[in-house]
């Protein structure tokens, strides 16, 4: 029997994170023993009385609204490791969950030593199109490409390789959390997995995607664009608040510490303002518009 903890941080989301729980109570657990640590982060919309209500087995930590996600992630697995698990997963609640996605991920864990497996990230509202799924590193292209046009179809059909895993569900082996500690919080008050993965990938983990363990994720709510904002935004959005998905000094941070070398990541960091300048940024329309080699051929094993 092997025991997993998950771990989620949430804030002022209640119906979101209620079907999350709701979806995670139907999952199979043949073989798993599974309990589950939410961090309520000073939600003011009565998320953690109803958490309490419906799933009392649940187990909450309540932070007073400035853990954000990294640290509200780290607080929850600090928890989690108090009851000795095998295996921590972050995860967001934002997602629903195949039935079987646990046990694929575990069962891939334990097929290939030293190796935290990703789930296979689709999108709810579309849900054969995959969502940031195995980006590829391409220093000209500004860093992580991320991928507009990969499917279900399009993916290998056994666990592949990647360097890098969106923490939106993320299976550690607490050897691993034992070895190299958590997240960093302090660069990284949000996207903290963009560090993170990385950084066991270059201290001898494997980073596997396991294509059968599907999860169902809500598109992105992405903050208004740089040149809409007003001055004094658009500075604390670019220089000062290392949260925002915008800001110049986390992506900095990102590119230096996830790429395969800090010269490669430190160019990378200025060909995303020649790209933003041509307007052929990886991360706008121009990217959307540009054909893709489908992921099984890109990451053949």
Known sequence: MKRVEIVAPVHNRREITLQCLRSLSRIATRGIDVHIVIVDD?????????????FPKVEIVKGDGSLWFTEGTNVGVRTALKHNP????????????????????????????????????????TPHKLFQTSPRWETFSGGWRHWHHQTVWTIPEKAWEVGVIAGNCL?????????????????????GDAEYTPRLRKNGWKLLIEPR???????????????????????????????????????????LDGAPSKLQG????????????????????????????????MFKS
């Open 171 to 191: 299976l550690i082996p607490v050897q691993a959390i034992k070895e190299l500690g958590l997240m960093n919080s302090k660069r990284y008050p949000n996207f």
């Open 42 to 54: 000073g939600s003011a919309d009565g998320t953690g009385e109803a958490i309490r209500k419906e």
């Open 266 to 297: 430190a160019a990378a960091f200025c060909a995303f303002f020649v790209r933003a300048a041509l307007n052929k940024s990886p991360e706008g329309s121009w990217a959307n518009e540009q054909p893709e080699k489908e992921l099984k051929e």
């Open 86 to 125: 095998d295996f921590v997963l972050m995860m967001n609640d934002d997602q629903v969950f195949d039935s079987q996605f646990l046990q694929y991920m575990v069962e891939t864990a334990e097929k290939y030593p030293r190796s935290i497996i990703g789930s296979l990230l689709l999108l709810w509202d």
């Open 213 to 255: 363990a599907r999860v169902f994720c809500q598109p992105n709510n992405l903050p208004g664009k740089v040149g809409k904002m007003s001055f004094r935004e658009k500075i604390n959005a670019l220089i000062f608040n290392l949260g925002h998905i915008h800001n110049l000094r986390r992506r900095f941070y990102a590119n």
